[in-house]
């Protein structure tokens, strides 16, 4: 099923006690999560870079994306997609996250390991989170 809106957002985490981002992608409509990717950096190009990846993986074609600054609107818009600032559709997002935060605390600290590891883990969870 295509989603019509998507949320997209990002958090800081902490692996091997530098600050990277962890973005991720919620359909709104089934509630589970699209794609999440870890970046040594925050901004317009590793969003578009996250961005571009989704949309290999799904069809959004017709998709709304929600997010909540102007880098996102630039990267949708080096990609050709719809977007829009918003702050109360993507709750459900920010409550992933939360989870996320919550289920690993290590991340409230430092995550120590591998970029892969990491990865993995990421994905095992968001398997976890959408059964």
Known sequence: MKPSQVAIDETAVK???????????IGLDSRLILDVAVFGQRGTDPAATFLHRLTVKHDLSDTMFLVDGYGYLTALSRLGLSGQLDYVERNLL????HTLKMRVDRFHNSWVGSWASVRNWLEQFVLYYNT
């Open 15 to 25: 692996i091997n006690g530098d600050w990277s981002w962890s973005y991720a992608a």
């Open 94 to 97: 920010e409550k992933w996250f």
